[in-house]
C-alpha cells in the first residue's frame, strides 16, 4: 500500500503529467473496454481471491500470499498478472500440478546466499519466502542472493523487489517462464518472456521500479491488436518462416516473440542475450527446469518447476545518499524536454503509481465485462460468495 | 588467453558455421578496410601499448594493466575498444585528467560487499582491483558485489566478467558513460551507452559471455553507415527534434542514441530502464558522478569520476550441475534450426570467440591503415619504438 506522501508526490506527478499519464493508461483495459462495468473495491477483490483459493483447499495463509500479489497487480493497472490469472492458478491447485500447502525449504545457504527448493509451492509462496531470506541476508551482509527451484508462475516480478524497497533495499527477481521467445534467427521459441525487475528507493517515498519482460512485448499486446484487427509493429514478433512479422493474426498464431530489440539489424541480440542472463540466474543456476523444457503455457499436464532468483542489496554498504540521488537523477529525467510536449518524459514504475492513484480516486477496480464473467463462472464452479461490486459510479 | 579446449571447440563451431561467422565478422575491421596492412602480433601491440603508457610515466603494473585490457578488445575482434583507444587514455593521463599511479582504496566492506574509491586510477587498474575483491568475497560466502566511485573508462566491460569466468564463477560488470543516449520521449541526451555483462562458463571451457550496451549500437556503427553513406534503420539514433532518424548523417551530428528497444512503440523505454539499471548499480550506488553530470566524451578539462560496478557468483552456491546445464542450453539453442539456413543461431560471445580463432590461424591482428597511421604519429608524440608488423602474409 503506498504512504501518504507517496500518495502526494504522485498526485503532484499526476497534476502535472495527467494527459500523458491518462493516454498511458487508456492502452489498459480499465479506460477503454470497461468504461460500463461496476466497479470493485481493492479489499472485495482480495476477498474472493482468498476464497477461491481456499475452496481448493489452499491454506489461508498462502491464499492471503497469493491474492495479495494478484491484486496489487490489478491496482497497478497491469490486469493481465492480477484477477485475469485466478483461474489458472486455481486449475494448477485442483489438478495437482502445484500444491497449494507445500512450504519452501533450503536446501543450501551462506552468510550471502540460499539455494531453495520451493517444493512445488504457490508462486507467492515460493517468492515472499525468498525474498524475505534475501533481504535477511542484504541486512546482515550488504546482498542476498537466493535462488530457488520447485516454483511456479509467481506473479507480477515487481512485487518482490517491492518487499525489498519497502525495507529501504534495492530489490530485483527474476523468473524463467513457458517458451514463447525466438533465439536471434531461430524459427521456433526456446525462453520464456523471461521478466527482470529492479526497485530502488528515492527520498520521501519516491521510487524507481523497473518490470519487463526480455521480449518486446508480452502476447496481451498482439491480442489487443488482434481484437482492433489493427497490424503489428515489426520487431514484436515472427511468422512461421523465422521473419518480423507485422500480422497480428498470424504474430499470435505462431507464438514467437521477438527478443527486446527485435531484429538483428536492430540488436535483437541484445534482448536475447538478456533472455539468457534471466534463465542463467533463475533455471541454470537453481536446476530447475530451463528454456525449451519449460511446460507450455497454461498446461497442467506436468509440474511447471520454474526457476526464480531473488536478490537484495542494502544501499548503506556503499556511498552515502543513495536515495539523495536516485531522486535527483529521477527529478532531472522528468524535467527533460520531450520531443512531444504532451508526453513527458517518465522513469519506470510511473504509469503504475498514477494507476494506483486513479483507483483509489475512482474508489475501486474497474474490471471488464469479460472478466466479470469469468469471476461469476468461478465463483459458481467452486461455490463462494460472487464478486460484489460497489454501487456509486466513478467520477475521475 | 583461450584454453586448447576452448580452441578446440571453437574449431569445431566454426567448421559448422565458418561462413556465417566470416559474415558476421565482414562487418568488422580485419576483413574489410584493412585488407591490405600488414599483421601485428598480439605480443607486439601489447609492447607498444605499454610503450606508450609507460612514456607518460604510468608505472608498468599499470601499463601493462591497460595493455591487457586494450589488446584483449583488438584480439576479440571489437576494434572500437582496443588500440584505438590507446591515445585518449595517453591524453587523460598527460592531461592530469587521470592518475596513472593512483592505488585503488576500500572505503567500506562487508563480507559479500565493498565500496572502493578508485582515486582517479586507470579504468584496468580500478577494474582489476574491485573484480579480484568480488571473487574473493563470492569464494568466501558465494556473492561479491563491489562498486567504485572515481573510477576512468575501463575498455571492454566483458573483460572483468571473464576475471570471474577464469576461476569457475559467474562474472558481471557495469559501467556509466558520458551521456550518450535519449530517455524515451526526451529530446535529448541524459545517460550513457551504459554496458553490462555477464559471463557464465560451461563444460569444456565453454562459456557465454554477453557484454552489450544498453543503447540499440554505438556511435561506432553509425559512423560505419555514414562512410558507407547508406541509411540507418529507425531505432538507432534520434534527430535533433527528438524522433527517430535514418539519416546517418544527422544522427551523428545530433548524438542522440536510443535505448535498446528504439522507438516506444518497439519497447524502448525497456532500453532505457536498463541504463538506468546501469546507472543505479554505478553511479548512484557508488557516489560518482551520474547521468547528465559525466563530463562530454573525450574532455580532458575534468576528472571522468565514473561508477563501475563488479559483482562475482559462486555457482557451487546453487544446484550443483551449473556448467552442464549450461553447455545443455547453449548446445540446444546452436542446434536450433535458423530461419535463414546460412545464419546459424548464436550464443552472446561466440563471435568473438571466433575472431580470436582467427586471428592466431592468421598469425596476427589486422589493423587498418588509419589506425597504423595514429599509432606512428603516437610513437613520435611519445619517442616509443614504433609498433613492428609480421613480415608474411595471412592466407585465412
Known amino acids: 500500500m503506498p504512504t501518504e506522501t507517496t500518495t502526494i508526490l504522485v498526485n503532484q506527478f499526476l497534476s502535472v503529467h495527467f494527459d500523458s499519464v491518462q493516454r498511458v493508461l487508456n492502452t489498459r483495459t480499465m479506460s477503454t473496454d470497461a468504461a460500463e462495468t461496476p466497479l470493485t473495491s481493492v479489499k472485495e477483490a482480495r476477498r474472493f481471491m482468498i476464497d477461491c483459493l481456499k475452496a481448493v483447499d489452499t491454506p489461508t495463509e498462502h491464499a492471503e500470499a497469493m491474492a495479495d500479489l494478484l491484486v496489487e497487480a490489478d491496482y497497478r493497472g497491469i490486469f493481465s498478472h492480477g484477477m485475469n490469472r485466478l483461474g489458472m492458478y486455481v486449475n494448477d491447485v485442483k489438478a495437482g500440478a502445484c500444491d497449494a500447502k507445500a512450504v519452501p525449504k533450503i536446501l543450501q545457504e551462506t552468510p550471502a546466499t540460499a539455494w ?10 515460493v517468492g515472499n519466502f525468498c525474498m524475505s531470506l534475501a533481504i535477511e541476508k542484504a541486512k546482515n551482509v550488504g546482498v542476498g542472493w537466493v535462488c530457488a527451484k520447485g516454483s511456479n508462475h509467481y506473479g507480477i516480478a515487481g512485487m518482490y523487489s517491492m518487499m525489498a524497497l519497502e525495507r529501504g533495499l534495492l530489490g530485483m527477481s527474476f523468473t524463467n517462464t513457458s517458451p514463447f521467445m525466438s533465439p536471434t534467427r531461430s524459427k521456433k521459441a526456446a525462453l ?9 528507493p528515492g527520498e520521501n517515498g519516491e521510487s524507481f521500479i523497473l518490470d519487463m519482460a526480455t521480449t518486446t512485448v508480452a502476447v496481451g499486446k498482439i491480442e489487443m491488436q488482434k481484437r482492433k484487427d489493427e497490424p503489428i509493429p515489426h520487431g514484436w514478433a515472427q ?3 523465422g ?3 507485422t500480422d497480428a493474426f498470424e504474430a ?3 507464438g ?3 527478443p527486446l530489440g527485435g531484429r538483428e539489424i536492430t540488436s535483437g541480440y541484445k534482448g536475447y542475450g538478456l533472455g539468457m542472463l534471466v534463465e542463467i540466474f533463475c533455471g541454470i543456476l537453481s536446476g530447475s527446469l530451463y528454456g525449451p523444457y519449460i511446460r507450455k503455457w497454461g498446461s497442467t499436464a506436468d509440474v ?13 554498504c556503499f556511498a552515502p545518499g543513495f536515495e539523495c540521488r536516485m531522486s535527483d537523477l529521477m527529478n ?4 527533460m524536454e520531450p520531443a512531444d510536449p504532451s508526453k513527458p518524459v517518465l522513469v519506470a514504475g510511473d504509469p503504475e503509481k498514477a494507476y494506483k492513484v486513479l483507483v483509489d480516486k475512482a474508489g475501486g477496480i474497474r474490471y471488464i465485462k469479460n472478466q466479470l464473467d469469468t469471476c461469476l463462472q468461478l465463483a459458481k464452479e467452486l461455490n463462494v460468495v460472487p464478486l460484489q461490486h460497489l454501487q456509486h459510479t466513478c467520477d475521475c
Open 252 to 254: 499470435y498464431d505462431v
Open 239 to 241: 511468422d512461421s518462416e
Open 243 to 245: 521473419e518480423s512479422t
Open 116 to 125: 531453495v527448493d520451493g517444493q512445488n509451492g504457490l508462486g507467492a509462496v
Open 332 to 335: 532531472y529525467l522528468h524535467n
Open 256 to 258: 514467437c516473440l521477438m
Open 304 to 316: 511447471a518447476n520454474l526457476g526464480q532468483c531473488f536478490i537484495a542489496i542494502d544501499p548503506k
Open 192 to 200: 520464456g518472456t523471461n521478466p527482470l525487475t529492479l526497485a530502488a
